[in-house]
């Protein structure tokens, strides 16, 4: 029976294709700050700054390729049983060849009504002000803002507490509920953590291995180990 890897991506994973990151040293997103584009009262606020901003991602993201980090998680599946938990709404590791990948925070490509029962559509166009649902109620971004649940929490914590081996990639761990994940993974389980600047330097309980690389370098390289080990 093939082991069962978890991955838990975040920003850090598509940094090196050209996606940015949200905490970078200036505290801002592509120049917003956070809660005013990525919060229920933003959206209120300024709905056309908000639908702005994520038809600016959408675009970016058209133009983006996945980079060697994603592509090697794609390679492992050929010997391990890999399952991606990732912060990201890009789909970058599924275009990478990844198959099976949970999106805690939405995402880009999709909207969905702001009316119950909140129908999701496929979208890779602009969204603006009068783009509506089935029912006739407004379109927004299928992402999970600051403040609203997080529907899928409990299908990834699931899916973590099976990990033989958790792969933690890119993420500043600042986050909730989606930092609390990794401590999902049964005690004694090995965890490494790829991420140029990793927020912890000891897991009590877990085996941690960190590695202080970019994701598309540091990752190839655990994959290669990984499956060397697996024959
Ligand atoms: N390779 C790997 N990691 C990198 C790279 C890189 N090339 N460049 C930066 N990093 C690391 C940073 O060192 C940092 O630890 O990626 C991490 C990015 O952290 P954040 O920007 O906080 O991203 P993330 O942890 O994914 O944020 C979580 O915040 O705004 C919300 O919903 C949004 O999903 C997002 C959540």
């Not at 989606?178 to 993974?185: C, D, E, M, P, Q």
């Amino acid at each position: 029976m093939k082991k069962k890897i978890v991955v838990l991506s975040g920003a850090g994973m598509s940094a090196d294709s050209g996606l940015r990151t949200f905490r970078d040293a200036d505290g801002l997103w592509e120049g917003h700050d956070v809660m005013e584009v990525a919060s229920p009262q933003g959206f209120r606020s300024n709905p056309e700054l908000v639908l702005g901003f994520y038809n600016q991602r959408r675009r970016q993201l058209l133009k983006a390729q996945p980079n060697a980090g994603h592509k090697a998680l794609a390679a492992l599946e050929d010997f391990y049983e890999v399952h991606i938990v990732t912060q990201n709404v890009d789909d970058l590791h599924e275009r990478a060849g990844s198959s099976e990948v949970l999106h805690l925070h939405g995402e880009l490509f999709k909207v969905r009504s702001t009316a119950p029962p909140y129908p999701v559509y496929e979208w890779k166009k602009d969204l603006v002000l009068g783009n509506l649902c089935a029912q006739g109620h407004q379109l927004r971004p299928h992402i999970v803002w600051f403040g609203e649940e997080v529907p899928l929490l409990p299908e990834a914590a699931s899916i973590t507490s099976l990990a033989d081996i958790l792969i933690v990639i890119g993420t500043s761990l600042q986050v909730y509920p989606a930092a609390s994940l990794l401590y999902y993974a049964r005690h004694g389980t090995t965890v490494y953590f790829i991420d140029p600047k990793p927020t912890i330097d000891q897991l009590p309980n877990y085996e941690l291995h960190l590695i202080a690389k970019k994701a598309s370098e540091g990752v190839p390289l655990l994959v290669s180990e990984l499956l060397t080990s697996s024959q």
